[in-house]
Each structure stands twice: as structure tokens, then as C-alpha cells.
């Protein structure tokens, strides 16, 4: 049986007990306490790093293993409780679903040659911060959704590498083998020029030859020593800044561009949970909006009949038609005066009333000539 609430929609109301637990999870000091434990669970794993102190207070590690388990399944519990008779709802956020994910994997009796994996799992425990911390979850939500867009950023990043790969080869091989002897070494040499790790030490190379710069120990490497200054120049200069400066900057548009979508769409999300934690619903805030639209109208008829009764003209003048005709003075015919009329905002009615005031008082200050 559905209850309705006192604004006769259609609403449900939570149950006390669903209340209860929703009140908590929504609570600030429990969403500190889950972050506390989790931040607890890191230092845990950390510690045991260090062989030899974990060894002699394995006890006291084992006692806080125990307490931090606890309270993530607490937690799991906590939150399903809060979805009412309707629990499966809680694997409706993937976040929720990675949390179950880890504490379920937690609870696996794994052990001996498996430790590593025990281990595993509870480092990646920590990465239950993000479910925490609303913020991490916009910035790791926009990584994900902008990973499609970076798929083709990536595929013409690709084109450029292997373009200039074989550029590479074909201009600097048999100066300067070590860098671009055949072409993975060549795409190799330019992902680390790339990253601006000493690209200007390959620049020199090719620029002054393998005999003057960068073969101090491998001379005999240096078979057929080429100087290209102007050529060596354009070619790495192009590259990085087509490379480094443009294409790499394609990765930052795409993610802060992802990350506008999922903050609007957070922003949407919390809205929701606020109308659903007064007990309200889209409809309701729609009927809100309805009833001060109406208000307005009412407001416009108001201000429409004022207007007309001092200046004498018909209330129709100020609410319908697309002129408003006025009889001049001198020689009987009409001026339209054109205006714009709308039900939604009532400036734009009492700007075309006030027009015709004004027009009315021109009439009267300036008589017609004889």
C-alpha cells in the first residue's frame, strides 16, 4: 500500500526505520567515520611493508584488520537499509558496486600462497576514498567518460609518431644509429622527446653530427657522422610543438570538457536527492513553477487595468494584438506603435503601455501648426 504525504502527490513515505538509516548515511559524521577507517585500512597496509616491526605486532594488526572489515560490511549494510524494502537499489550506483566488489573480495579466505593477492586487495581498498569524497568522484567519472575521445586523440598521436618515425630513419639513421636506427627505435626516441626529456640532446646530434655531440663513448657507433643544422632544427622543433604543445593539449581539453558534464551532472543528482529528501518530486517543483506563472499573468492583468484606466483605453490594447494604434492629433490617422507581447513576462506588456503614455503626453505638449 502506498502512503501519500501532505502535498497529495504521489510521493511515498519512508518508513521510520528506512528513515533512520537514511538519515545516517546522509549524515556528515558518518561519511568522516567511513573515511577515517579508510584512511586506516592505507596506514595498515603500509606498515606491513616493513617486515620486521609487522612481524612483532601482527597481533594489533590482525585486531585492526578485523575492526576495519567490520565496519565496511557495516557500511554495505548501512546503505542497503537506506534503500527501504527495495535493497537491490544500492547496485544501482557503480560506485557502490566497486565498494561490494572489494569488501566481498576482503571476506574471501585467502591465504598461504595467495597472500599476494590478499595484499592486493587490501591496497585496493583505499581506493574506497573515492567513493567518499563526492569531488574524486567527478575528476575519476570524467577520466572515464573522456577515455572514447581519447582513443582518437591517441590514433592521431599515433599517425604523427610514426610519420616522423619514418621521416627519422630515412634523415638521421646513418648519423645518429642509436636513436634512429630502424623505425620502434626511431617512435621510441621521439616518445621520449616527447615527454621533453633531453629532446634537445637528439636535436644536437642530428644537428652538428654524431662526431662533435652526444657519442663521447660510442665513437665507434659513429660510422657516417652527418651534420644537418637547418634540417635537424625544423624537424624537432615541428615536432614538439605538434606534438608536445597541440596534440598532448587535446588530452586536457577532452577531460576538463568531461569533467563540466559529470559536475552538471552531480549538480542535477543532488537537486534530485534534496526533492527526495523533503519528499518531493519533478512534478511537484513543475506545479510550483506553474502556480507563480499564474501569478504573474495575474500580476500583468493588474498593471494592464491600471494603465488603462488612466489613460482611457481599452484593457485589450495592452493585452493582445501585435500594434497599438493611437489617433494623431493633426491630421486623425494612426501611428502603430509596435510592440511584443508574451504571457510568460509581464515587462515587455508594461513597456508597450507605457510607450503609448508617453505618446499620448508628446501629443499634448506639441500642438499642431495652423
Not at 578485523?66 to 554495505?76: A, D, N
Not at 534503500?83 to 557503480?94: I, K, L, Q, S
Not at 636513436?179 to 629532446?199: C, I, K, P, Y
Request: proline share 4%.
Amino acid at each position: 500500500m502506498i502512503h501519500y504525504n501532505n502535498a497529495g502527490n504521489s510521493a511515498p513515505i519512508m518508513p521510520i526505520w528506512q528513515s533512520h538509516f537514511a538519515h545516517i548515511v546522509n549524515a556528515n559524521w558518518f561519511n568522516t567515520l567511513i573515511i577515517a577507517f579508510i584512511i586506516m585500512a592505507g596506514v595498515t597496509v603500509g606498515i606491513e611493508t616493513y617486515a620486521e616491526f609487522a612481524s612483532q605486532n601482527q597481533e594489533i594488526l590482525d585486531g585492526l584488520e578485523r575492526v576495519i572489515l567490520s565496519v565496511f560490511v557495516l557500511e554495505i549494510i548501512i546503505k542497503m537499509a537506506a534503500e527501504g524494502v527495495r535493497p537491490w537499489r544500492y547496485f544501482t550506483n557503480p560506485w557502490n558496486i566497486f565498494d561490494f566488489i572489494i569488501v566481498s573480495a576482503s571476506l574471501l579466505p585467502i591465504g598461504g600462497q595467495y597472500l599476494a593477492v590478499l595484499r592486493l586487495i587490501r591496497i585496493l581498498r583505499v581506493f574506497k576514498l573515492i567513493t567518499a569524497i563526492p569531488k574524486l568522484q567527478i575528476i575519476v567519472g570524467a577520466l572515464l567518460r573522456s577515455i572514447p575521445s581519447m582513443g582518437y586523440i591517441s590514433l592521431l598521436l599515433l599517425l604523427l609518431f610514426y610519420i616522423y618515425a619514418v621521416l627519422a630513419v630515412f634523415i638521421f639513421g646513418t648519423n645518429d644509429p642509436v636513436h634512429f636506427g630502424n623505425l620502434q627505435l626511431a617512435m621510441l626516441s621521439l616518445f621520449r622527446a616527447v615527454t621533453l626529456e633531453d629532446w634537445t640532446d637528439l636535436m644536437y646530434i642530428n644537428m652538428y653530427g654524431c662526431d662533435q655531440y652526444g657519442y663521447g663513448d660510442m665513437m665507434e657507433l659513429c660510422t657516417q657522422p652527418t651534420a644537418l643544422p637547418i634540417g635537424g632544427a625544423l624537424f624537432f622543433i615541428s615536432f614538439i610543438m605538434t606534438g608536445a604543445l597541440i596534440t598532448l593539449n587535446f588530452f586536457i581539453g577532452v577531460v576538463l570538457s568531461s569533467m563540466d558534464e559529470v559536475r552538471a551532472e552531480a549538480v542535477a543528482e543532488e537537486e534530485l536527492a534534496r526533492w527526495a529528501k523533503a519528499g518531493k518530486t519533478p512534478h511537484d517543483e513543475l506545479l510550483k513553477l506553474n502556480n507563480k506563472l499564474n501569478e504573474m499573468q495575474q500580476a500583468i492583468q493588474l498593471i494592464a487595468t491600471s494603465l488603462q484606466q488612466k489613460d482611457h483605453l481599452p484593457v485589450n490594447d495592452y493585452q493582445n494584438g501585435s500594434t497599438i494604434k493611437q489617433a494623431d492629433a493633426t491630421d486623425g490617422t494612426h501611428e502603430n506603435l509596435p510592440h511584443k507581447h508574451t504571457n510568460e513576462h509581464g515587462l515587455e506588456v508594461v513597456e508597450r503601455a507605457e510607450a503609448s503614455h508617453r505618446y499620448r503626453h508628446q501629443e499634448k505638449d506639441f500642438p499642431t501648426a495652423p
